[in-house]
């Protein structure tokens, strides 16, 4: 098992398409944040003032949604070409474990690819610390880290659906372009629920909690993301192996 996930690590780190993109969200980060300033909307399009930047963090954070599409269909993309070239195939007959193969990739890209999207607003708030009073840093500091450690896990939850296309289609191409078009039409969901004020339907959707979590009137600690996103990544670590473990792979 340690060794499996040394190999992804080795991997993730010399995919070239995995580091355009870290680089490219922190710059796009660093290069928007003027236009986070004003007021940003939470899960009920609430107006939101911009007077911290624990609150520049929110509002930048508040539109990863849309950024999560391409990260999604990346993921989902690369665990199919994996298939495809027959790297599994190859894990499997050397006499490696399926569920360890499985475990490894899990452990190893899920965060990975989760903590692309909290480079943008990372890098807005780094772009913009010398417009905001640190009169508070302690208080700012943890605000932040809690906002981005929800935003990250249920980035995670999401992301386990990109994995199950990739372990359930086993092509690469085929994968990636199903996971951009669900990412889409569940932003489209999301979006269309949230009009018609249908919160009980979107509460199962990770979008809606990464929203909710943004909002300063929700409490420091909330359960509710962490039960759905958890409810999110055992679904998606059951189907992956359900599908893999019959999969005629040798």
Known sequence: MR????????????????????????????????????????????????????DLFNSMAADVLILLVPVGALLALVVGREFHRRNISMLVSSGHDRR??????????????????????????????GNYSLEQPGWILLNIVRSALY??????????????????????VVAGIA?????????????TLAGFGMKQINWFLPLYHMRSVLDPKTSF?????????????????????????RSDIK
């Open 3 to 54: 060794n499996l996930i040394k190999m992804e690590r080795y991997k993730l780190l010399r995919d070239k398409l995995y580091l355009v993109l870290l680089a490219g969200y922190f710059i796009l980060g660093l290069t928007s944040s003027a236009g986070y300033k004003g007021s940003y909307a939470a899960v009920e399009n609430r107006s939101i003032p911009v007077n911290t930047l624990y």
């Open 100 to 129: 360890q193969i499985l475990l490894a990739k899990a452990v190893v890209l899920l965060p990975a690819y989760a903590a692309i999207p909290m480079l943008f607003p990372l890098g807005g708030v780094i772009r913009e610390l």
């Open 151 to 172: 935003v990250w896990f249920l980035s995670i939850a999401l992301f386990s659906l990109a994995m199950v296309f990739g372990f359930v289609i086993q092509n690469g």
């Open 179 to 191: 996971g951009m078009i669900t990412y889409f039409a569940m932003m489209y969901l999301f979006a």
């Open 221 to 245: 600690l909330t359960i509710s993301p962490i039960v759905l996103g958890g409810l999110w990544i055992v679904a998606g670590l059951l189907i992956m192996w359900y599908k893999f473990r």
